[in-house]
């Protein structure tokens, strides 16, 4: 992608339509990752005790988001290169982080682990070989192939997610299988926006994928979290006021 040529400005009117509204979702989507971290932190205490590791989960995700969206506004603004590698670093490290709270959430003991490996090993490879395909010229056949390869470990999350999965979010308690169910569309379609995002390189369009993985960041990371959490308050009402917490058709 071509790098900016010059500093942008405070002054959104001195930059481009186009550059000012992705610096401006920049600075968005830093104060909204960091007011989810404090917001996941301040209510962890007031959900059931074997869920607040969920919660943790939820704000190391939009806290490690915070620090990297911070640093790639820092590079947008001083005319450098798009912030494709610190995107990276961040997914390598929060994507994963976002999968294990599906084992988190179902309580599976000893045979949550099996899913928490598969859908952490199936998460790093894909993220590596997207950005393998990412620093590959654009179009070409290690771009193409390494791309395929990354959709490929992304449609076998979603497998997981879904059929192996199934079963044991069908069995959980209403309030946590309903969270899950929006959890894996998020994933389903919420994660379909980065390939897409991707394929914009072949048409040079470089802001608008920084647009879209800004307002997909946010809503994959903050509403993620939300989601479980809701699912998590849910319950704990339910288990307060003795109403059953599992379906009964």
Same mark, same amino acid.
């Given at each position: 992608?071509?790098?900016?040529?010059?500093? !942008?400005?405070?002054?959104?009117?001195?930059?481009?339509?186009?550059?000012?509204?992705?610096?401006?979702?920049?600075?968005?989507?830093?104060?909204?990752?960091?007011? +989810?971290?404090?917001?996941?932190?301040? *209510?962890?205490? @007031?959900?059931?005790? /074997?869920?607040?590791?969920?919660?943790?989960?939820?704000? !190391?995700? &939009?806290?490690?988001?915070?620090?990297?969206?911070?640093?790639?506004? *820092?590079?947008?603004?001083?005319?450098?290169?798009?912030?494709?590698?610190? /995107?990276?670093?961040?997914?390598?490290?929060?994507?994963?982080?976002?999968?294990?709270?599906?084992? %988190? %959430?179902?309580?599976l003991g000893t045979r949550g682990k099996k899913f928490f490996l598969q859908?952490?090993?199936?998460?790093? +490879?894909?993220?590596?070989?997207?950005?393998?395909?990412?620093?590959?010229?654009?179009?070409?056949?290690?771009?193409?192939?390494?791309?395929?390869?990354?959709?490929?470990?992304?449609?076998?999350?979603?497998?997981?997610?879904?059929?192996?999965?199934?079963?044991?979010?069908?069995?959980?308690?209403?309030?946590?299988?309903?969270?899950?169910?929006?959890? /894996?569309?998020?994933? !389903?379609?919420?994660?379909?926006?980065?390939?897409? @995002?991707? %394929?914009?390189? %072949?048409?040079?369009?470089?802001?608008? /994928?920084?647009?879209?993985?800004?307002?997909?960041?946010?809503?994959?990371?903050?509403?993620?979290?939300?989601?479980?959490?809701?699912?998590?308050?849910?319950?704990?009402?339910?288990? *307060?006021?003795?109403?059953?917490?599992?379906? &009964?058709?």
């Open positions: 992608m071509p790098p900016l040529l010059a500093k !942008l400005s405070m002054d959104f009117a001195a930059n481009t339509p186009i550059q000012s509204v992705t610096l401006y979702l920049f600075f968005a989507a830093t104060v909204a990752m960091g007011a +989810a971290t404090v917001y996941f932190l301040y *209510e962890r205490s @007031g959900v059931p005790a /074997r869920y607040q590791g969920v919660m943790t989960v939820a704000a !190391l995700v &939009t806290g490690i988001a915070c620090f990297h969206y911070f640093k790639m506004t *820092e590079q947008y603004m001083v005319g450098g290169t798009f912030p494709t590698a610190l /995107r990276y670093v961040d997914w390598l490290f929060t994507t994963p982080l976002l999968l294990i709270k599906f084992p %988190l %959430l179902l309580q859908l952490v090993v199936l998460d790093v +490879a894909m993220v590596v070989t997207a950005f393998i395909a990412e620093t590959s010229p654009i179009g070409g056949s290690t771009w193409w192939l390494f791309f395929s390869v990354a959709c490929a470990f992304e449609l076998l999350i979603v497998a997981v997610l879904f059929l192996s999965l199934g079963g044991a979010i069908r069995s959980a308690p209403a309030p946590i299988a309903d969270a899950l169910r929006t959890m /894996r569309l998020f994933i !389903l379609i919420g994660w379909a926006i980065y390939p897409i @995002g991707f %394929l914009l390189a %072949l048409l040079g369009a470089g802001e608008y /994928r920084e647009i879209a993985y800004n307002i997909a960041d946010v809503i994959n990371k903050v509403g993620f979290g939300l989601v479980a959490y809701a699912g998590v308050k849910a319950l704990a009402y339910k288990e *307060e006021v003795g109403t059953p917490s599992y379906r &009964t058709a």
